[in-house]
């Protein structure tokens, strides 16, 4: 019962955060599972807590930003060799006077284009909800 596939997948709140057709993505520090790989900003959902809150806590450690957290964009499943995770991806705004995004517990952050996302660049789990987030920063 100690394999992977038996464990409950691990809750993870992610951010679609865009600004003047671009979204903000961020890099995985080197030592993490999937070092390297560019994401949509987020983390573990803890014990208890309401993901909307742990992903206001998530953007605050990882880059300095105070963000509302809107509405759900989707949500994947994934199951990696080691474990498998659930995630769960919401709309997110800056807050009114939220400083621009700092590196400070990731590689690295920036803002993409939607000609910047390519599949291999993301972790599985994040590659599912490229096309919608490509529509989203496509010029009306
Ligand atoms: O920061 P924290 O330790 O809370 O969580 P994390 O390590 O960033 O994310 C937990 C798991 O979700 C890792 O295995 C990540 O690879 C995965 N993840 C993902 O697939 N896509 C994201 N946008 C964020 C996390």
Do not use: C, N
């Not at 993870?12 to 949509?40: D, N, S």
């Not at 806590?57 to 105070?66: A, P, Q, W």
């Amino acid at each position: 019962m100690t394999d992977a596939s038996s464990r409950p997948p691990v809750l993870v709140a992610a951010a679609v955060l865009v600004e003047e057709g671009r979204v903000l993505l961020t890099q995985r520090k080197r030592g993490t599972h999937l070092a390297g790989a560019w994401e949509f900003p987020g983390g573990k959902v803890e014990p208890g807590e309401d993901p909307r809150a742990a992903l206001v806590r998530e953007l605050g450690e990882e880059i300095g930003m105070e963000v509302s957290v809107g509405d759900p964009v989707e949500v994947t499943f994934h199951r990696y060799p080691e474990k498998s995770v659930l995630l769960l991806f919401f709309a997110v705004t800056r807050a009114p006077g939220s400083p621009d995004p700092q590196a400070l517990d990731v590689a690295d952050v920036k803002w993409a284009g939607p000609g910047e996302l390519h599949d291999e660049l993301f972790p599985p789990a994040d590659v599912a909800i490229l096309s919608k987030v490509r529509a989203l920063l496509a010029p009306r």
